[in-house]
């Protein structure tokens, strides 16, 4: 694609990279600082865009990859060390069994919920919560990516609603 051609494809896409930028970062300067990143690096590495390859898909994928690394600095950011620490000899505490009553009450209820997925769902869901990645989830069950990607997206939907029901059910 030519570069102007590729330019023009990009700023026709800003409403739909906006959108996108809110829906990740729920706060419209945010959003707009996501969406400019975004379009930076896009325009660094416009060499590396294959003709072959969705336009809008690649976009979004460039977005949500800058939003990822934008969040884990934040987080990297907020860690804080003390200096004065002995860090060869640093006491781990013993976290079994820390969990409040509401916690473990609140994990039984993850679990129980998941359990009632259909099988479909609970293991492209389970492995994906076990870090596997989509395109790994598919290798492994042979399914399509997009398969994967509705199941998970499905899991989630109906976890989402079966907790929130609980959740009501209990107060």
Avoid at 8 to 20: D, S, T, Y
Avoid at 27 to 38: G, S, V
Avoid at 131 to 141: D, V
Wanted: aromatic share 10%.
């Amino acid at each position: 694609m030519e570069a102007l051609q590729f330019q023009k494809n990009l700023l026709g896409m800003q409403e739909n990279m906006m959108n996108f930028a809110l829906m990740l970062t729920s706060n419209h300067d945010d959003a707009q600082d996501l969406m400019q990143d975004t379009t930076l690096k896009i325009l660094d590495n416009q060499d590396r865009f294959m003709d072959n390859l969705n336009f809008a898909g690649w976009v979004f994928t460039v977005m949500h990859h800058v939003f990822i690394n934008n969040y884990r600095k934040i987080v990297q950011g907020q860690m804080i060390i003390n200096q004065q620490a002995d860090l060869y000899n640093i006491e781990v505490e013993d976290t079994e069994g820390t969990f409040s009553p509401d916690a473990r009450y609140r994990m039984i209820e993850m679990t129980q919920a998941i359990k009632k997925l259909s099988k479909n769902m609970k293991v492209p869901f389970s492995m994906y919560m076990s870090g596997y990645k989509y395109s790994e989830i598919s290798e492994r069950l042979n399914l399509p990516l997009g398969t994967v990607k509705s199941r998970i997206f499905f899991a989630r939907q109906e976890l989402q609603k079966e907790l929130e029901e609980s959740l009501l059910l209990d107060n």
